[in-house]
């Protein structure tokens, strides 16, 4: 059973990729559909066995650590996994009434589209750090495709540049795990801990740490190392930019926080946590103060993008050499934002692409008078935007409540007042957009009306986004389930 | 009895609060105005037919709702319905003006709050009523809508709200210190109460701007000569008399001998009294003398108020003095406001007797033998007199009355002499001739069947003044008489100087 | 789950579900829309006579379940709440009614009754609210729902005041929650409850709950419109005057003193805030906004402007009644809660039918409204006597018992307070309603309407007269049980005998 699930996860998704390489754009939006079909249903299928007995050790086709396919599927991988499931389903949906079938390159997206997704799921179960490796190479390299179907020129130059980010960060990731192989002999993450807490520390692993953990935070687009992130996502098509956003930056965080959580307590040091969380502060107050000044609509969503990846940094100075409580309230926090931004910045680039469909611009202020004639779509983006600002009951507040909690509870209160400032710029810069839509100005009263379905969408998404307050404690539930270790090596 | 007449309580304050209802109604005007004489009707049986002695609790209203009913608020309650009846009668003939509607709700409001006062024990509703009467009342001031009555209600309005404000703040401070919203509660705890100076200074002065206190009494002279006439004659006879009641039920009289208090209110009587006649002859419009001389005869009964305050044994007798002087005065007063707006026959008979009418209560104020005024002049002489008070200034309080007397007969001269060059021949509508005679009848005549108490100060026949006591009366008279001819002359030499 | 439990969640859902209906129905199905608005806050009214009459007798209605980690979700009914409960009820009907006719004709109807939904789902929510987290929960969303109803009208001017309105409250609203979330890491996750929680406190934590205090109280004094942080109000006022009514009058200003009240009596407990030397300077801070809002209200010409001063004024008579920590001046603060909303709603309401009828917005456009519009100006006077505290009516019996209650702990300075409010209150008002009645009509009015037999649309015309009527009961009856007065009373009682 354990196996037609796994495989089910990480390698239909490469046989759907496959298929959908063969075909145009109609068919392969149907193969499309019987495939996120399968994919949703595996995915609650491992979802609910890990509900049940708890997570576990996999070794894919038998072969285990040090060499072979380790998967450790535990509460937050299968969350995860639902969560691809959920984001990518609804933007796959949305992409195939969304994107114009007629431009014969478009038919490019399903491929890509299967291999993001294989990669996404390949990261968040991979034990390894080489799988994990692999994962993300695949998440890139797709990713920069999905950015390049933009099909202009500025779609290309945004690609390139995006592209050198991913390498860049793969080089020093790819760097950081050779070192941690030399020194070790192993690549499991679980033999890594294993071997060092009974050894002590040296200097270089920490180095190593570093390398991949800096590798990882370009590519997860942390200040300063930003820059490339916006016109990616802003050029993109909204479906496109809606997983970049809501799924790819995720998935290198989530490597950088496996390792931050399995290593940092030995070979981190305090001044390289702060200095991660100054890092994710700036990223929020400067995200958001650039989201602020933005024109185009997409280019607002992008930034903030920015600024709420800066907030899981804080993930770093908050669990190292704290309580093992305060340190789990920042984790959980830290989940729960993942999980709410991801469901909510789907959403809203689901909406904005509505918005900017029914419009004709993707100016701000083309939005005026929007608010009478597609009042669906500017909901679900409003939605999206009171889990984005944090505010009560979505996802987000529930998060920046457990962060609040743990940064008070650590003394550290220097991070309460970045998560509150956050929140507020935040506001600034989507109630600009609100308030835009708001204005009432006679003569514009042309608008084009997209289709229901592409309206329920993002709708779906912001409820689940903002709903995910009230039930993140059942959220929260799944993870904390006891781990089996008899798998373990 | 015992059932009907907090029944006629009841109905007594509820039927003019009907006005505003009916005011709903855009075509009911007419039948408004006719009603009002009806108004005040069954407060008039109540305060006729009624004993006092009976209650009224009202539990769910306010704070808890006390009514009753003792001899001087019957007094009060009898001088309110009659001066209200008989202004509405006049009201009926005199009306007929735009805005009929205003003026009949606003009528209503103030009769009901007027009327309501006198009744009300428990401290919320005394104070609801006395602030619906000042409320409402700024609707008759500036019924006319000059200028000068937009200026007259805008002095009274402001006025009235310190007042009000400051009768609240009294009020506070006396119900905590008694720790209960009964008015009847307050004088003896007031008398203990650790701030009590601050209480009846409040208390002296919120009330004193509807009594007409000297520095509070601006409002008064620029108000009465714009309200339409039957307003002036009820603002003059009645609710100017809800000041002084205000008093009579909140401050500590009998209780303990304030005799600073009392000092200051006989000064401030004093000035009023004089002080306002030196102001009232002056005055060329007959509504403003009037107004002067209502405060001038506000300061007489302000002066007992204040040799009440000061002798704690003699305050049961000076109140019942009061009460009558305030009915008294309040009949008088009404019936010559009311003649303000009267015309004079054609006939030359008719003239003659038209003027007696117009006169005599004018003398009665001033205390003309075999009037209302000759028997409240007599008590008021009987009531302070010195032998009999406790108080430092009780030797200065009879030359003060003479003076007091000789300023009424004077003002009254005045305003017969201005009325002379204003009253114009014309025929009279019936109804304001009825009610401007019904007020004479009932300041000459009615007067002396109303239940007022003078047992043991003067003697009966009342109307029958001792021979000394003639004596008494007159010289005052003679002396104010031979300065208006002193006056008249200089005023003919002046104007032939000037021909 | 017993009935008990499922009243709370009801109530709530009402105006919720109503909100989510009313969003799926087209914008041109009026008729539709109205009769579930109208349906749902009857059914809420009802729901909330029920709880009302069984908080009276002791039922416990109440629900919770854990959201987060060592936060719980609980609505709670006790008589607090049923204060605040039975107010929105009653004026969500009334506002409904008269909204209906304000906005006849006008564009985006249906988002403006959705979100007028949810923002009554919000005050719902707040009233039952059964710990610092869920009101937060709650007083959040109603600022969210009360943004797009701000910006209604679209103008430039509107938009602006939206920004203001939220830079005010948002921010508010991030202070208090540091404050909320920093209480609940030193002291966990506390309910309300009568007597509050920090009676005998370590000694330790003196300092931290004082400053945590602080916050609440300039998070939650935005809303309730404290100085110096009531700049938001006066410019709010663009939007349509039903909004401005319910704004003013019930959800938002109401939710800030609500919520103070809960944090005074509730969270740390009367005592206990006395004892830690609250009360008094947040006392003296209501007394100076009485007079200080008061005083501005005084050179305002804009109608609607000066009715919003004075409800920055009004609002903070509920503060001081709490703060001077004595039974009788608090019973005269909560009844205030409700006083004050059933008559600035009523002048609210008579400035929109001048507004809409007339199209009178300045004072010195009033002249001789009254013979014009005279249900209007009836009920617009009564609901300016009221606020001046004149008897017998609503305003008087909250003065009354205030000022009773702070000479009983011997807070003589208050009556200052009071008499210098309601001097001001009388300077304000009185020369409204001296031109309403006694000035003549100046000419054609702006923009005058007619709707035959009625001076003003039915809609319009019977929502404030019937809340005027109801400031003069409460007043003159308020001796009754289940008078606002009596209720408060109940209220107080169980504070201070838990």
């Given amino acids: ?343 909510a910045k789907a959403a809203m680039f689901l909406a904005a692409g509505n918005l900017i469909l029914s419009v004709g611009s993707s100016r701000v202020d083309a939005l005026a008078g929007v608010s009478r004639f597609l009042p669906f779509s500017l909901f679900s983006f409003g939605l999206a935007g009171v889990s984005l600002m944090s505010l009560p009951p979505s996802g987000g507040f529930a998060a920046k409540w457990l962060l609040l909690q743990a940064s008070l509870g650590s003394g550290q209160w220097w991070w309460a007042l970045v998560l509150l400032a956050g929140g507020l710029l935040s506001a600034a810069y989507l109630f600009r957009i609100y308030r835009a839509s708001f204005a009432e100005i006679p003569e514009t009263d042309q608008f084009f009306h997209p289709s229901k379905s592409l309206e329920v969408i993002p709708m779906v998404l912001a409820l689940m986004a903002l709903g995910l307050g009230f039930v993140s404690e059942q959220v929260l539930s799944v993870m904390a389930l006891p781990f089996a270790e008899e798998g373990a090596p | 009895m015992m059932v009907a007449e907090p029944g006629l309580a009841v109905l007594a304050v509820c039927l003019p609060l009907l006005y505003p209802v009916m005011a709903l109604r855009a075509n009911w005007h007419r039948a408004m105005c ?466 | 789950m017993t009935l008990e439990q499922w009243l709370p969640v009801f109530a709530l859902m009402i105006s919720l579900a109503a909100s989510l209906v009313i969003f799926a129905l087209p914008e041109t199905g009026y008729v539709r829309r109205t009769s579930v608005n109208l349906g749902a806050a009857v059914l809420k009214l009802v729901v909330v006579i029920v709880m009302v009459w069984g908080v009276f007798h002791g039922v416990n209605y109440g629900v919770s379940f854990t959201m987060l980690p060592g936060v719980t979700f609980v609505l709670r009914a006790d008589a607090l709440s049923m204060m605040f409960a039975g107010l929105s009820a009653v004026l969500w009907l009334l506002t409904t009614i008269y909204a209906v006719g304000y906005l006849e004709d006008s564009p985006n109807r249906r988002r403006f009754f959705g979100f007028f939904s949810l923002c009554v789902a919000s005050t719902m929510g707040i009233a039952l609210a059964g710990n610092l987290f869920t009101f937060f929960l709650f007083y959040e969303m109603l600022t969210l729902s009360t943004y797009p109803l701000v910006v209604h009208r679209g103008t430039e001017k509107a938009l602006r005041a939206g920004r203001t309105y939220l830079i005010y409250t948002l921010t508010g609203g991030a202070v208090l929650l540091f404050a909320i979330a920093w209480l609940h890491s030193l002291a966990g996750d506390l309910s309300f409850r009568d007597g509050g929680h920090f009676v005998d406190a370590d000694p330790d934590i003196h300092r931290s709950l004082i400053l945590i205090f602080i916050l609440l109280v300039a998070g939650l004094g935005v809303k309730a419109a404290l100085f110096p942080l009531h700049g938001w109000l006066p410019q709010a006022m663009v939007a349509p005057a039903p909004v401005s009514a319910l704004l003013h009058a019930v959800a938002v200003v109401k939710a800030g003193a609500f919520g103070i009240v809960r944090v005074v009596y509730d969270v740390y407990g009367v005592e206990a805030s006395s004892a830690l030397g609250l009360l008094a300077p947040l006392s003296w801070l209501a007394a100076f906004t009485i007079l200080y809002a008061s005083t501005r209200a005084l050179w305002q010409v804009d109608l609607k402007r000066r009715l919003a001063f004075s409800t920055i004024s009004q609002v903070s008579y509920i503060i001081l009644g709490i703060a001077l920590a004595g039974p009788l001046a608090a019973v005269g603060g909560l009844v205030h809660l409700l006083h004050q909303g059933i008559m600035k709603i009523t002048l609210f309401f008579c400035a929109g039918n001048y507004a809409e009828t007339l199209g009178i917005h300045r004072i010195d456009e009033m002249d001789g409204a009254g013979q014009r519009m005279p249900g209007t100006s009836v009920a617009f006077t009564i609901g300016a006597f009221g606020m001046i505290g004149a008897p017998p009516l609503a305003g008087f019996i909250t003065k009354w018992v205030m000022g009773s209650g702070a000479l009983a702990v011997n807070m003589d300075w208050v009556i200052l307070v009071l008499v210098g409010s309601s001097l001001l209150n009388a300077a304000y008002f009185l020369p409204i309603v001296h031109r309403l009645w006694f000035r003549e009509v100046k000419g054609a009015w702006p923009e005058e309407r007619h709707w035959g037999r009625l001076e003003t649309s039915p809609w319009l015309f019977w929502p404030p007269l019937l809340t005027a009527v109801v400031t003069v009961v409460i007043g003159v009856l308020a001796s009754l049980p289940f008078s606002p007065l009596s209720w408060a009373e109940l209220i107080v009682l169980r504070e201070y005998a838990p």
Avoid at chain 2, 289 to 312: C, E, F, H, R
């Fill in chain 2, 34 to 499: 006719f009603a009002l004489p009806l108004l005040p009707l069954p407060a008039f049986f109540l305060a006729v037919s009624s004993d006092s002695g009976w209650q009224l609790e009202l539990p769910w209203l306010l704070n808890g709702g006390l009514w009753a009913m003792d001899d001087l608020r019957r007094l009060f309650l009898l001088l309110t319905a009659v001066l209200w009846t008989v202004a509405g009668v006049y009201a009926v003939g005199y009306l007929a003006l735009p805005h009929m509607r205003r003026f009949c709700v606003c009528w209503g409001l103030t009769l009901a709050g007027n009327l309501g006062l006198t009744m009300a024990v428990d401290i919320g509703s005394f104070y609801s009523f006395f602030a619906l009467m000042t409320f409402a009342g700024y609707g008759l001031i500036v019924h006319e809508g000059t200028k000068e009555a937009h200026y007259a209600g805008r002095v009274y309005m402001a006025m009235a709200v310190l007042g009000e404000m400051s009768i609240l703040a009294g009020l506070l401070l006396a119900a905590s210190a008694a720790d209960s919203q009964l008015l009847t509660d307050l004088p003896t705890a007031l008398a203990r109460a650790p701030q009590r100076d601050l209480i009846v200074a409040l208390l002296i002065a919120g009330f004193g701007v509807k009594a007409g206190l000297p520095l509070l009494h601006f409002w008064l002279p620029l108000a009465h000569p714009v309200a339409p006439t039957p307003a002036s004659a009820v603002l003059s006879g009645a609710m100017i008399k809800a000041g002084l009641l205000g008093w009579l039920v909140t401050l500590p009289f009998g209780e303990v001998a304030l005799s600073g208090w009392g000092a200051s209110m006989v000064i401030a009587g004093a000035v009023g009294a004089i002080g306002a006649a030196i102001l009232g002859v002056l005055q060329h419009r007959p509504k403003a003398v009037l107004a002067y001389s209502s405060i001038s005869q506000m300061g007489l009964m302000v002066l007992m108020l204040g040799a009440a305050l000061a002798d704690p044994e003699r305050a049961p007798v000076l109140f019942s003095v009061i009460g009558l002087y305030a009915l008294h005065h309040g009949l008088a007063k009404g019936s010559l406001f009311l003649s303000a707006g009267v015309s004079l026959p054609a006939g030359r008979m008719g003239q003659v007797v038209t003027w007696i009418l117009i006169a005599l209560p004018g003398l009665s104020l001033a205390g003309l033998p075999f009037t209302s005024g000759a028997l409240a002049k007599l008590a008021m002489k009987a009531g302070l007199a010195e032998d009999s008070l406790d108080f430092a200034l009780a030797g200065y309080l009879p030359p003060l009355m003479t003076a007091g007397a000789i300023a009424t007969l004077l003002l009254v001269l005045r305003y017969l002499w201005t009325l002379s060059a204003k009253l114009e021949t014309g025929h009279n509508p019936p109804m304001l001739l009825a009610g401007w005679l019904a007020a004479v009848t009932a300041s000459l005549i009615a007067f002396w069947w109303m239940p007022w108490d003078v047992a043991g100060l003067v003697k009966a026949p009342v109307w029958l003044p001792a021979s000394y006591q003639v004596w008494a009366l007159v010289w005052p008279m003679l002396i104010s008489l031979a300065l208006a001819g002193l006056a008249l002359l200089v005023n003919q030499k002046r104007s032939s100087a000037r021909s």
């Fill in chain 1, 1 to 343: 059973m354990t196996l037609w699930l796994m495989a089910g996860l990480l390698f239909t998704p490469l046989a759907w990729a496959v298929l959908t390489l063969l075909t145009d754009f109609v068919w392969g939006r149907r193969v499309t559909w019987v495939g996120i079909l399968v994919q949703v249903f595996v995915s609650l299928g491992l979802w609910l066995t890990v509900a049940q007995n708890g997570g576990f050790y996999y070794d894919l086709g038998g072969w285990g650590a040090p060499l072979g396919i380790e998967l450790r599927v535990d509460g937050l991988a299968v969350t995860f996994v639902l969560l691809t499931a959920a984001v990518a389903s609804a933007c796959g949906l949305h992409a195939g009434v969304y994107i114009d079938r007629h431009k014969s390159w478009h038919r490019y997206f399903w491929p890509l589209f299967w291999f993001l997704w294989s990669g996404l799921n390949a990261v968040w179960l991979g034990g390894d750090l080489f799988n994990l490796y692999v994962g993300l190479e695949l998440i890139s390299l797709s990713a920069v495709g999905l950015v390049a179907l933009g099909g202009n020129a500025n779609a290309l130059r945004a690609s390139i540049r995006y592209l050198l980010a991913a390498l860049l960060g793969s080089l020093a990731y790819l760097l950081g795990v050779a070192l941690i192989y030399g020194q070790f002999g192993t690549l499991s993450i679980a033999g890594v801990v294993l071997w060092l807490d009974s050894h002590s520390a040296s200097a270089g692993p920490g180095l190593a740490l570093a390398l991949m953990v800096t590798g990882l935070a370009l590519k997860t687009a942390l200040f300063p190392l930003h820059r490339w992130l916006p016109p990616a996502h802003g050029i993109a098509k909204s479906p496109v930019s809606a997983l970049l956003s809501a799924l790819v930056v995720k998935a290198s965080f989530y490597i950088a926080a496996r390792l931050w959580l399995a290593f940092g307590e030995s070979l981190g040091n305090q001044a390289a946590a702060q200095a991660v969380g100054f890092m994710g502060s700036a990223a929020v107050i400067w995200g958001s103060w650039l989201a602020c000044k933005q024109v185009q609509l997409k280019q607002v969503v992008a930034y903030s993008s920015v600024a709420q990846i800066g907030y899981l940094f804080l993930l770093f100075p908050l669990t190292y050499s704290v309580s093992d409580s305060i340190s789990l309230q920042a984790q959980q926090g830290i989940t729960l934002q993942v999980i709410s931004h991801a469901l």
